[in-house]
């Protein structure tokens, strides 16, 4: 059974950082893409970074600069640098596995 386990949100100041994380389970992370996203309501999801199995990455331009992606294989884990916060970034963020798995989101305020 594949889980995605995101931590990290909270409520954090405008030019503020924040790291999520997303463990993984039942996946093995590095075989697939794996994406961030985020969504805020009445608005879809839309993908913040990704990683691909090969380890490149791309960001939507909205982060570029300000958010790094990363992924631990060992830990089988993938991370999201989050820094220079800005409030329009507040959203519920997700971890997602090869546009198939989802963790179940953890929501980051700024203020």
């Known amino acids: 059974q594949v889980q995605l386990v995101e931590s990290g949100g909270g409520l954090v100041q405008h030019g503020g950082s924040r790291r999520l994380s997303c463990a993984a389970s039942g996946v093995i992370l590095s075989f697939y893409f794996m994406g961030w996203y985020r969504q805020v309501p009445g608005k879809q999801r839309e993908l913040v970074s990704g990683?691909?199995?090969?380890?490149?990455?791309n960001y939507a331009d909205a982060v570029k600069g300000r958010f790094t992606i990363s992924r631990d294989n060992a830990r089988n884990t993938a991370y999201l640098q989050m820094n220079s916060l800005k409030p329009e970034d507040t959203a519920v963020y997700y971890c997602?596995?090869?546009?198939?798995?989802w963790g179940q989101g953890t929501q980051v305020t700024v203020q």
């Open positions: 997602g596995v090869g546009g198939r798995y």
């Open positions: 990683i691909t199995s090969g380890g490149n990455t």
